[in-house]
DNA sequence: CCCCGCCTTTATGTATACACTCCAGTTCAC
DNA sequence: GTGAACTGGAGTGTATACATAAAGGCGGGG
């Protein structure tokens, strides 16, 4: 693999566990050391991140990592409500019930899944991102899709604040499965709106969980 | 300025202009002698048209222009649809009437520009691209206002293949008063419906102006 | 006559050297 | 003592050289 996409996989990565914090400094002869590349594949690197909004030029020469506090994350639910519902919609008027008999039933067995351990919640999550990929596809909009990956990693790097939270995830999963039916019943509006209603539910879930890790809303940036 | 930045303005503009045309090969070496300056930024400036989606990687190792066909003008509006409609609804949602009252009289005037030639076509369209700038700035969120810059450089390509059409551009006036006017009372769910009309007309408009341009649907690739 | 394989060529991917700018620390003048 | 200017340093921005791999052409064989 290329060491550019490599570098660039190995910070994102960083990014969204959170091994890199908010606020870090994002220095390129310090990155390219640490991770044993040059500086021009980490310069492209960093250059990705930057045009992904994981990281942000703080000044004309230091590049951080993008802040994770509580308007950023009303901020990105807002772009999820538009992009997400519009998947939704569009993935209901395609009419390709097919496409999701497999996945509905996944779906409608992940809540077991919150009772086996590490590796069922791993499988719970695998099953919700097949759920956003195949939306995605049925979709069938390459410019929408783009846009969609891009938001979903910044949706994976609030995950990673809030995560492990079953009884949340319980209710999740009966959200989706709602999402689901309403594609394959070919009822856009319904999508779209339990795509809403679950993007307001996991909103409130996220920001009480960041809330009770910082009390002060303003100290995660 | 940095020459990246020059490179990538100028690879841009000629993309959005059609002076490279969909399809045309971007290599580094060409564009670099092009252009007068190294490969390094030729190949920054390229990286970044590739993530605007206005170059796409044809095989490994060539790169081209992206296409602009019908399907792909369909998956934009797809995408406007919803980006500037949940910007208009958030726009609405602030409730900040006073910043749109001078622009309001601009939309009201734009369609007498129409009758002043060139000129008055190109303050015809900063009056609209003040109105989008006004919007995204009200809906006060950094995520959505990124995404709608990246859209809104593919509505300039297609606004360039669609140009010139005083009808269209005197009922187009008439849809975004009706936006502001919504924004302004405070009315989400109008803003968001009649930019759906706004864009649902001008969609129907811009395949109309290709399809007289190129009969044949697929020959724009 | 066609197809497979090798070779050449040409492009990209990476490393490195150099230039330049911005920031900080220090020193001097007021 | 404070402020401003100068100087040093650290980091980015660009150019270039080298490594590498993919694509196309040519030749030989079937």
Redesign the pocket.
């Given at each position: 693999?290329?060491?550019?996409?490599?570098a660039y996989r190995a910070l994102r990565e960083e990014i969204l566990d959170g091994a890199l914090e908010p606020g870090a400094?994002?220095?390129?002869?310090?990155q390219?050391n640490r991770l044993?590349?040059?500086?021009?594949?980490?310069?492209?690197a960093?250059a990705r991140l930057e045009a992904d909004g994981l990281a942000t030029a703080a000044?004309?020469?230091?590049?951080q990592v993008s802040a994770l506090d509580a308007a950023s994350i009303r901020s990105l639910y807002e772009l999820r409500e538009a992009l997400e519902g519009q998947a939704s919609r569009l993935a209901a008027t395609r009419r390709e019930p097919e496409r999701f008999t497999a996945l509905r039933e996944r779906i409608a067995d992940a809540p077991a899944l919150l009772d086996a351990g590490e590796e069922g919640l791993r499988a719970y999550y695998d099953a919700v991102d097949a759920l956003d990929d195949e939306i995605e596809s049925a979709a069938a909009n390459p410019m929408l899709g783009a846009a969609l990956r891009s938001v979903r990693l910044h949706s994976a790097r609030v995950r990673r604040l809030a995560r492990h939270h079953p009884e949340r995830l319980r209710a999740a999963a009966s959200e989706h499965l709602l999402i689901v039916d309403a594609i394959v019943a070919g009822d856009a509006a319904l999508a779209a709106h339990a795509t809403h209603v679950h993007l307001h539910l996991s909103l409130r879930h996220a920001l009480a969980s960041i809330e009770a890790r910082h009390p002060d809303g303003h100290r995660v940036a």
């Open positions: 693999m290329r060491a550019s996409e490599r400094a994002l220095a390129e002869v310090e390219a044993g590349v040059s500086r021009t594949p980490v310069r492209e960093l000044s004309a020469r230091v590049l």
